[in-house]
Protein backbone atom coordinates (compact mmCIF):
# COMPACT_ATOMS: atom_id res chain seq x y z
CA UNK A 1 0.00 0.00 0.00
CA UNK A 2 1.34 3.26 -1.01
CA UNK A 3 2.11 5.84 1.79
CA UNK A 4 -0.73 8.99 2.23
CA UNK A 5 0.89 12.32 2.63
CA UNK A 6 -1.09 14.65 1.09
CA UNK A 7 -5.19 12.64 0.63
CA UNK A 8 -4.11 11.28 4.67
CA UNK A 9 -7.22 13.06 6.04
CA UNK A 10 -9.13 13.72 3.18
CA UNK A 11 -11.61 10.61 4.41
CA UNK A 12 -12.24 12.70 7.50
CA UNK A 13 -15.69 14.41 7.54
CA UNK A 14 -15.16 18.51 7.56
CA UNK A 15 -11.51 18.17 6.82
CA UNK A 16 -12.31 21.37 4.43
CA UNK A 17 -12.91 23.50 7.45
CA UNK A 18 -10.58 25.30 9.31
CA UNK A 19 -11.51 23.65 12.83
CA UNK A 20 -11.44 20.13 11.43
CA UNK A 21 -7.91 20.34 9.68
CA UNK A 22 -6.23 22.22 12.80
CA UNK A 23 -7.80 18.92 14.76
CA UNK A 24 -5.63 16.79 12.66
CA UNK A 25 -2.19 19.13 13.11
CA UNK A 26 -3.39 21.49 10.33
CA UNK A 27 -0.95 24.34 10.12
CA UNK A 28 1.88 22.61 12.44
CA UNK A 29 3.96 22.70 9.74
CA UNK A 30 3.59 26.48 9.27
CA UNK A 31 4.65 26.96 12.68
CA UNK A 32 7.35 25.08 12.47
CA UNK A 33 8.66 27.02 8.76
CA UNK A 34 8.00 30.70 10.27
CA UNK A 35 10.42 29.66 12.95
CA UNK A 36 12.94 28.78 10.33
CA UNK A 37 14.55 31.07 7.60
CA UNK A 38 13.54 31.40 4.51
CA UNK A 39 16.85 29.80 3.28
CA UNK A 40 16.16 26.63 5.67
CA UNK A 41 12.61 26.43 3.78
CA UNK A 42 14.84 25.99 0.60
CA UNK A 43 16.79 23.54 1.61
CA UNK A 44 14.62 21.32 2.43
CA UNK A 45 12.32 21.91 -0.57
CA UNK A 46 15.36 20.55 -2.42
CA UNK A 47 16.47 18.24 -0.43
CA UNK A 48 13.05 16.46 -0.55
CA UNK A 49 13.98 16.28 -4.20
CA UNK A 50 10.49 17.74 -5.08
CA UNK A 51 9.57 17.60 -8.82
CA UNK A 52 6.85 20.36 -10.29
CA UNK A 53 3.55 18.20 -10.31
CA UNK A 54 2.11 20.10 -12.85
CA UNK A 55 3.54 18.10 -16.03
CA UNK A 56 7.17 19.29 -16.61
CA UNK A 57 8.50 17.90 -13.77
CA UNK A 58 11.11 20.69 -13.41
CA UNK A 59 12.94 20.51 -9.47
CA UNK A 60 11.19 22.82 -7.52
CA UNK A 61 13.73 23.98 -5.04
CA UNK A 62 15.74 24.68 -8.32
CA UNK A 63 12.85 26.59 -9.47
CA UNK A 64 12.90 28.84 -6.40
CA UNK A 65 16.22 29.26 -6.58
CA UNK A 66 15.79 30.99 -9.64
CA UNK A 67 13.50 33.48 -8.30
CA UNK A 68 15.45 37.58 -8.76
CA UNK A 69 15.42 39.73 -5.43
CA UNK A 70 15.90 42.65 -6.73
CA UNK A 71 16.31 45.82 -3.63
CA UNK A 72 12.42 46.98 -3.04
CA UNK A 73 10.76 45.00 -6.05
CA UNK A 74 7.54 43.30 -4.89
CA UNK A 75 7.71 39.09 -5.34
CA UNK A 76 4.68 37.13 -5.73
CA UNK A 77 3.99 32.73 -5.69
CA UNK A 78 0.83 32.43 -8.46
CA UNK A 79 -0.76 29.31 -7.77
CA UNK A 80 -1.41 27.16 -11.21
CA UNK A 81 -4.77 26.03 -10.65
CA UNK A 82 -5.84 26.09 -14.27
CA UNK A 83 -5.87 22.09 -14.38
CA UNK A 84 -7.31 21.98 -18.04
CA UNK A 85 -5.19 18.75 -19.21
CA UNK A 86 -8.09 16.27 -20.47
CA UNK A 87 -7.78 13.29 -17.72
CA UNK A 88 -6.59 15.64 -15.02
CA UNK A 89 -8.50 16.02 -12.02
CA UNK A 90 -6.33 15.87 -9.10
CA UNK A 91 -5.46 19.24 -8.34
CA UNK A 92 -9.36 19.97 -8.72
CA UNK A 93 -9.92 16.94 -5.85
CA UNK A 94 -7.27 18.62 -3.74
CA UNK A 95 -9.03 22.45 -4.17
CA UNK A 96 -12.24 20.73 -3.05
CA UNK A 97 -12.13 18.82 -0.29
CA UNK A 98 -8.44 20.22 1.02
CA UNK A 99 -8.35 23.82 0.87
CA UNK A 100 -6.69 24.18 3.65
CA UNK A 101 -3.47 22.19 2.61
CA UNK A 102 -2.94 24.32 -0.21
CA UNK A 103 -3.69 27.53 1.80
CA UNK A 104 -1.01 26.32 4.49
CA UNK A 105 1.39 25.62 1.53
CA UNK A 106 1.20 28.79 0.25
CA UNK A 107 1.68 30.58 3.49
CA UNK A 108 4.88 28.21 3.91
CA UNK A 109 5.81 29.17 0.08
CA UNK A 110 5.05 32.98 -0.01
CA UNK A 111 7.34 32.77 3.58
CA UNK A 112 10.22 31.26 1.57
CA UNK A 113 9.75 33.15 -1.55
CA UNK A 114 9.31 36.76 -0.22
CA UNK A 115 5.78 36.76 -1.17
CA UNK A 116 2.89 39.06 0.64
CA UNK A 117 0.34 39.00 -2.45
CA UNK A 118 0.12 35.92 -3.67
CA UNK A 119 -2.49 34.17 -5.75
CA UNK A 120 -4.48 31.49 -7.14
CA UNK A 121 -5.46 31.00 -10.68
CA UNK A 122 -8.52 28.91 -10.99
CA UNK A 123 -9.95 27.67 -14.01
CA UNK A 124 -13.25 29.16 -14.89
CA UNK A 125 -14.98 25.31 -15.39
CA UNK A 126 -14.50 24.92 -11.28
CA UNK A 127 -17.47 27.28 -10.99
CA UNK A 128 -17.55 26.22 -7.37
CA UNK A 129 -14.29 25.86 -6.20
CA UNK A 130 -13.61 29.88 -5.66
CA UNK A 131 -15.90 29.60 -3.37
CA UNK A 132 -14.22 27.10 -1.11
CA UNK A 133 -11.39 28.53 -1.52
CA UNK A 134 -12.28 31.74 -0.15
CA UNK A 135 -14.38 30.64 2.72
CA UNK A 136 -10.75 28.80 3.99
CA UNK A 137 -9.00 31.90 3.52
CA UNK A 138 -11.10 33.58 5.72
CA UNK A 139 -11.16 31.33 8.46
CA UNK A 140 -7.58 31.17 7.67
CA UNK A 141 -7.06 35.10 8.20
CA UNK A 142 -9.28 34.60 11.44
CA UNK A 143 -7.03 32.35 12.85
CA UNK A 144 -4.24 34.34 12.12
CA UNK A 145 -2.27 32.32 9.54
CA UNK A 146 -3.30 34.82 7.07
CA UNK A 147 -3.21 39.01 7.10
CA UNK A 148 -1.12 41.35 8.69
CA UNK A 149 2.12 39.90 11.50
CA UNK A 150 1.39 36.29 11.04
CA UNK A 151 1.76 34.62 14.41
CA UNK A 152 3.95 37.96 15.39
CA UNK A 153 6.25 36.62 13.16
CA UNK A 154 6.14 40.09 10.82
CA UNK A 155 5.40 38.42 8.32
CA UNK A 156 2.07 39.65 6.02
CA UNK A 157 0.22 37.70 3.06
CA UNK A 158 -2.82 38.30 1.07
CA UNK A 159 -4.21 35.46 -0.78
CA UNK A 160 -6.38 36.38 -3.63
CA UNK A 161 -8.30 33.70 -6.07
CA UNK A 162 -8.86 34.63 -9.57
CA UNK A 163 -10.81 32.56 -11.78
CA UNK A 164 -10.15 32.06 -15.77
CA UNK A 165 -11.75 32.42 -18.37
CA UNK A 166 -11.80 29.05 -19.61
CA UNK A 167 -9.39 28.59 -21.89
CA UNK A 168 -6.66 25.54 -22.31
CA UNK A 169 -4.01 27.90 -22.71
CA UNK A 170 -3.77 30.09 -19.70
CA UNK A 171 -1.77 26.63 -17.94
CA UNK A 172 0.76 27.96 -19.73
CA UNK A 173 2.56 29.81 -17.15
CA UNK A 174 3.02 32.91 -18.98
CA UNK A 175 -0.35 32.89 -20.11
CA UNK A 176 -1.69 32.68 -16.97
CA UNK A 177 -0.07 35.40 -15.89
CA UNK A 178 -0.67 37.42 -19.00
CA UNK A 179 -4.63 37.05 -17.84
CA UNK A 180 -4.29 37.27 -14.10
CA UNK A 181 -2.95 40.90 -15.65
CA UNK A 182 -6.52 41.42 -17.37
CA UNK A 183 -5.26 40.93 -20.93
CA UNK A 184 -5.74 37.96 -23.61
CA UNK A 185 -4.42 34.70 -22.00
CA UNK A 186 -1.26 34.52 -25.09
CA UNK A 187 2.25 33.00 -23.38
CA UNK A 188 5.00 35.27 -23.54
CA UNK A 189 8.27 34.57 -25.53
CA UNK A 190 10.98 33.08 -22.91
CA UNK A 191 13.02 34.53 -21.65
CA UNK A 192 12.94 36.30 -19.55
CA UNK A 193 11.41 33.77 -17.30
CA UNK A 194 8.56 34.27 -14.39
CA UNK A 195 11.36 33.85 -12.34
CA UNK A 196 13.12 37.54 -13.26
CA UNK A 197 9.63 39.53 -15.08
CA UNK A 198 6.43 37.76 -14.72
CA UNK A 199 3.52 39.27 -12.69
CA UNK A 200 3.72 43.01 -13.63
CA UNK A 201 7.22 42.63 -14.54
CA UNK A 202 8.02 41.63 -11.51
CA UNK A 203 10.04 37.90 -9.92
CA UNK A 204 7.48 35.37 -9.90
CA UNK A 205 7.56 31.54 -9.11
CA UNK A 206 4.49 29.80 -10.69
CA UNK A 207 3.72 26.31 -9.22
CA UNK A 208 0.88 24.13 -9.50
CA UNK A 209 -1.44 23.24 -7.02
CA UNK A 210 -0.06 20.06 -6.08
CA UNK A 211 3.28 21.38 -5.61
CA UNK A 212 2.69 23.69 -3.27
CA UNK A 213 0.49 21.25 -0.99
CA UNK A 214 3.39 18.77 -0.83
CA UNK A 215 5.41 21.45 0.61
CA UNK A 216 2.96 21.07 3.95
CA UNK A 217 5.06 17.24 4.78
CA UNK A 218 8.12 18.28 3.21
CA UNK A 219 8.10 20.48 6.29
CA UNK A 220 6.64 18.28 8.51
CA UNK A 221 8.74 15.52 7.96
CA UNK A 222 11.48 17.07 6.84
CA UNK A 223 13.03 17.01 3.26
CA UNK A 224 15.04 14.19 3.74
CA UNK A 225 12.29 12.13 5.12
CA UNK A 226 10.54 12.86 2.21
CA UNK A 227 13.17 12.38 -0.20
CA UNK A 228 13.24 8.41 1.47
CA UNK A 229 10.01 7.90 0.10
CA UNK A 230 9.19 6.85 -3.86
CA UNK A 231 12.52 5.77 -5.68
CA UNK A 232 15.42 7.24 -7.65
CA UNK A 233 14.23 11.43 -9.14
CA UNK A 234 10.83 10.15 -8.22
CA UNK A 235 10.56 11.50 -4.69
CA UNK A 236 7.63 11.53 -2.42
CA UNK A 237 4.22 10.57 -3.35
CA UNK A 238 2.63 11.53 -6.34
CA UNK A 239 -1.21 12.34 -7.14
CA UNK A 240 -2.84 10.35 -10.09
CA UNK A 241 -6.33 11.13 -11.49
CA UNK A 242 -7.24 7.46 -13.22
CA UNK A 243 -9.93 7.70 -15.88
CA UNK A 244 -11.49 5.85 -18.91
CA UNK A 245 -11.89 2.22 -19.24
CA UNK A 246 -11.55 1.06 -15.69
CA UNK A 247 -13.72 -0.41 -12.42
CA UNK A 248 -12.49 2.11 -10.71
CA UNK A 249 -11.65 5.71 -11.95
CA UNK A 250 -10.66 8.57 -9.32
CA UNK A 251 -7.88 10.14 -7.52
CA UNK A 252 -4.66 8.38 -6.23
CA UNK A 253 -1.47 8.79 -4.32
CA UNK A 254 1.05 6.68 -5.01
CA UNK A 255 4.65 6.20 -3.55
CA UNK A 256 5.96 5.45 -6.81
CA UNK A 257 7.41 2.67 -6.43
CA UNK A 258 4.31 1.01 -7.96
CA UNK A 259 4.19 -0.80 -11.22
CA UNK A 260 2.35 0.35 -13.67
CA UNK A 261 0.44 -3.45 -14.27
CA UNK A 262 -0.49 -3.31 -10.20
CA UNK A 263 -1.99 0.51 -10.68
CA UNK A 264 -4.04 -0.60 -13.32
CA UNK A 265 -4.97 -4.23 -11.91
CA UNK A 266 -4.85 -3.75 -8.37
CA UNK A 267 -8.11 -3.17 -6.24
CA UNK A 268 -6.61 -0.72 -4.62
CA UNK A 269 -6.12 1.60 -7.54
CA UNK A 270 -7.61 1.22 -11.19
CA UNK A 271 -9.40 -2.34 -10.25
CA UNK A 272 -8.72 -3.62 -13.97
CA UNK A 273 -10.45 -3.03 -17.15
CA UNK A 274 -14.00 -2.41 -16.95
CA UNK A 275 -16.39 -5.74 -18.03
CA UNK A 276 -13.41 -7.77 -18.47
CA UNK A 277 -12.12 -6.57 -21.88
CA UNK A 278 -8.04 -6.21 -22.83
CA UNK A 279 -6.08 -3.19 -21.90
CA UNK A 280 -5.07 -1.62 -25.21
CA UNK A 281 -3.30 1.50 -24.42
CA UNK A 282 -2.81 3.95 -21.92
CA UNK A 283 -2.01 7.82 -21.49
CA UNK A 284 -0.12 8.01 -18.41
CA UNK A 285 0.07 11.50 -17.88
CA UNK A 286 -2.73 13.66 -19.69
CA UNK A 287 -3.85 13.70 -23.20
CA UNK A 288 -0.70 16.23 -24.05
CA UNK A 289 1.85 13.16 -23.44
CA UNK A 290 2.21 9.97 -25.77
CA UNK A 291 0.05 7.04 -25.82
CA UNK A 292 1.75 3.87 -24.96
CA UNK A 293 0.59 0.42 -26.46
CA UNK A 294 -0.63 -2.51 -23.45
CA UNK A 295 3.22 -4.00 -24.54
CA UNK A 296 5.48 -1.26 -23.27
CA UNK A 297 2.88 0.10 -20.66
CA UNK A 298 3.16 -2.69 -18.53
CA UNK A 299 6.72 -3.91 -19.61
CA UNK A 300 9.96 -1.94 -20.82
CA UNK A 301 11.47 -2.67 -23.78
CA UNK A 302 14.07 -5.02 -21.98
CA UNK A 303 11.20 -6.69 -20.33
CA UNK A 304 11.56 -5.58 -16.80
CA UNK A 305 8.05 -4.30 -15.00
CA UNK A 306 7.17 -0.40 -15.75
CA UNK A 307 7.11 1.61 -12.45
CA UNK A 308 4.53 4.32 -12.22
CA UNK A 309 7.59 6.92 -12.06
CA UNK A 310 9.01 9.63 -14.06
CA UNK A 311 12.12 7.69 -15.24
CA UNK A 312 10.36 4.55 -15.79
CA UNK A 313 7.47 6.21 -17.83
CA UNK A 314 9.65 8.05 -19.87
CA UNK A 315 12.29 5.22 -20.49
CA UNK A 316 13.43 3.91 -23.76
CA UNK A 317 11.60 2.56 -26.71
CA UNK A 318 8.42 4.99 -27.04
CA UNK A 319 8.07 7.40 -30.06
CA UNK A 320 9.05 10.65 -28.28
CA UNK A 321 9.14 9.26 -24.90
CA UNK A 322 5.64 9.24 -22.45
CA UNK A 323 5.98 11.35 -19.43
CA UNK A 324 4.07 10.93 -16.15
CA UNK A 325 3.27 14.79 -16.99
CA UNK A 326 0.32 15.60 -15.04
CA UNK A 327 -0.58 12.42 -13.47
CA UNK A 328 -3.56 12.16 -16.04
CA UNK A 329 -3.71 8.10 -16.33
CA UNK A 330 -6.57 7.46 -19.05
CA UNK A 331 -6.75 3.36 -19.77
CA UNK A 332 -8.26 2.52 -23.37
CA UNK A 333 -9.81 -0.66 -24.14
CA UNK A 334 -9.62 -2.91 -26.91
CA UNK A 335 -12.46 -1.73 -28.41
CA UNK A 336 -11.25 1.81 -28.54
CA UNK A 337 -10.64 3.36 -31.71
CA UNK A 338 -6.83 5.21 -32.05
CA UNK A 339 -7.76 7.24 -34.83
CA UNK A 340 -11.16 8.74 -33.18
CA UNK A 341 -9.03 8.69 -30.16
CA UNK A 342 -6.12 10.90 -32.06
CA UNK A 343 -8.75 13.00 -34.31
CA UNK A 344 -10.94 14.42 -30.67
CA UNK A 345 -7.18 15.58 -29.13
CA UNK A 346 -6.68 17.24 -32.31
CA UNK A 347 -9.66 18.81 -32.05
CA UNK A 348 -9.18 19.94 -29.05
CA UNK A 349 -5.69 21.06 -29.42
CA UNK A 350 -6.97 23.68 -32.55
CA UNK A 351 -9.96 24.58 -30.71
CA UNK A 352 -7.06 26.09 -27.92
CA UNK A 353 -4.72 27.34 -29.51
CA UNK A 354 -4.47 31.33 -28.92
CA UNK A 355 -2.99 31.14 -32.76
CA UNK A 356 0.32 33.20 -32.13
CA UNK A 357 2.28 30.73 -33.90
CA UNK A 358 1.90 29.71 -37.51
CA UNK A 359 3.12 26.10 -37.24
CA UNK A 360 0.71 25.78 -34.36
CA UNK A 361 -2.22 27.68 -35.50
CA UNK A 362 -2.52 26.15 -38.85
CA UNK A 363 -0.56 22.67 -38.41
CA UNK A 364 -3.45 21.87 -35.19
CA UNK A 365 -6.24 22.50 -38.23
CA UNK A 366 -4.76 20.40 -40.82
CA UNK A 367 -4.16 17.33 -38.43
CA UNK A 368 -8.18 17.50 -37.03
CA UNK A 369 -8.71 17.82 -40.96
CA UNK A 370 -6.70 14.92 -42.06
CA UNK A 371 -7.47 12.34 -39.42
CA UNK A 372 -10.74 13.29 -39.88
CA UNK A 373 -10.92 12.20 -42.97
CA UNK A 374 -9.17 9.29 -42.15
CA UNK A 375 -11.67 8.11 -39.29
CA UNK A 376 -14.43 8.94 -41.78
CA UNK A 377 -13.00 6.37 -44.38
CA UNK A 378 -12.24 9.06 -46.64
CA UNK A 379 -8.52 8.85 -46.26
CA UNK A 380 -5.39 7.99 -48.65
CA UNK A 381 -2.28 5.91 -47.60
CA UNK A 382 0.14 9.24 -48.38
CA UNK A 383 -2.39 11.19 -45.73
CA UNK A 384 -0.56 9.47 -42.89
CA UNK A 385 2.74 10.45 -43.94
CA UNK A 386 1.12 13.89 -44.49
CA UNK A 387 0.11 13.55 -41.04
CA UNK A 388 3.58 12.48 -39.66
CA UNK A 389 4.93 15.31 -41.50
CA UNK A 390 3.17 17.86 -40.45
CA UNK A 391 3.44 17.03 -36.28
CA UNK A 392 7.25 16.97 -37.50
CA UNK A 393 7.14 20.57 -38.27
CA UNK A 394 5.41 21.61 -35.43
CA UNK A 395 7.13 20.17 -32.55
CA UNK A 396 9.51 22.41 -31.19
CA UNK A 397 8.87 25.32 -33.58
CA UNK A 398 6.41 27.13 -31.19
CA UNK A 399 6.53 29.98 -28.38
CA UNK A 400 4.58 27.84 -25.83
CA UNK A 401 4.44 23.68 -25.51
CA UNK A 402 0.99 23.69 -26.75
CA UNK A 403 2.61 23.01 -30.27
CA UNK A 404 4.29 19.98 -28.91
CA UNK A 405 1.50 18.83 -26.68
CA UNK A 406 -0.59 18.62 -29.68
CA UNK A 407 2.37 17.22 -32.07
CA UNK A 408 3.64 14.35 -29.70
CA UNK A 409 -0.07 12.60 -29.48
CA UNK A 410 -0.14 12.51 -33.14
CA UNK A 411 3.02 10.63 -33.67
CA UNK A 412 2.92 8.25 -31.07
CA UNK A 413 -0.43 6.85 -32.42
CA UNK A 414 1.14 6.64 -35.85
CA UNK A 415 4.48 5.35 -34.92
CA UNK A 416 2.74 2.47 -32.33
CA UNK A 417 -0.99 1.92 -34.00
CA UNK A 418 0.12 2.57 -38.05
CA UNK A 419 -1.69 -0.40 -38.87
CA UNK A 420 -5.11 0.87 -37.49
CA UNK A 421 -5.22 4.12 -39.52
CA UNK A 422 -4.15 1.98 -42.48
CA UNK A 423 -6.57 -0.16 -41.82
CA UNK A 424 -9.23 2.99 -41.68
CA UNK A 425 -7.94 3.51 -45.36
CA UNK A 426 -8.02 -0.05 -46.94
CA UNK A 427 -11.58 -0.54 -45.44
CA UNK A 428 -13.19 2.83 -46.32
CA UNK A 429 -17.30 1.06 -45.59
CA UNK A 430 -16.25 -0.66 -42.11
CA UNK A 431 -14.35 2.46 -40.59
CA UNK A 432 -17.36 4.13 -39.46
CA UNK A 433 -19.23 1.30 -38.20
CA UNK A 434 -16.57 -1.10 -37.06
CA UNK A 435 -13.69 -1.47 -35.02
CA UNK A 436 -10.13 -2.54 -36.01
CA UNK A 437 -10.08 -3.46 -32.66
CA UNK A 438 -7.42 -5.30 -30.35
CA UNK A 439 -4.38 -5.82 -32.85
CA UNK A 440 -1.37 -7.69 -31.54
CA UNK A 441 -0.32 -5.14 -29.25
FE1 LIG B 1 -0.27 29.96 -29.11
FE2 LIG B 1 0.06 27.47 -30.07
FE3 LIG B 1 2.00 29.26 -30.28
FE4 LIG B 1 1.36 28.29 -27.87
S1 LIG B 1 2.20 27.13 -29.58
S2 LIG B 1 1.80 30.42 -28.39
S3 LIG B 1 -0.86 28.06 -28.13
S4 LIG B 1 -0.04 29.37 -31.26
Known amino acids: MSKKLLLKDAHIEGIRYFETYRKQGGYTAAEKALKMT ?6 EVKVSGLRGRGGAGFPTGMKWSFLAKP ?3 PRHLVVNADESEPGTFKDRYLMEFLPHLLI ?18 IRGEYSWIPDILEEAIEEAKAAGFLGKNILGTGFDLEIYVQRGGGAYICGEETALLESLEGKRGNPRLKPPFPAVKGLWERPTVVNNVESIAAIVPIIDIT ?32 DMTITVEEFIYSDEYCGGIKDGKRLKACIP ?52 CIV ?28 YKILKKIEKGEGKMEDIDLLWDIQRKIEGNTICPLGDAAAWPVAAAIRHFRDEFEWHIKNPELSQTQNYGLANY
Not at 109 to 119: E, I, K, M, R
Not at 311 to 319: P, T
Request: glycine content about 16%; charged content about 15%; proline content about 4%.
Open 285 to 336: GGSSVPIVPANLLLKTVNGEPRYMNYESLADGGFATGTMMGSGGFIVLDEDQ
Open 340 to 367: EHTMTLARFYNHESCGQCTPCREGTGWM
Open 71 to 73: EGV
Open 104 to 121: EGMLISSYCLGSNVSYIY
Open 38 to 43: PDEILE
Open 223 to 254: GAEYAKIGVGRSTGTKLISACGNINKPGVYEI
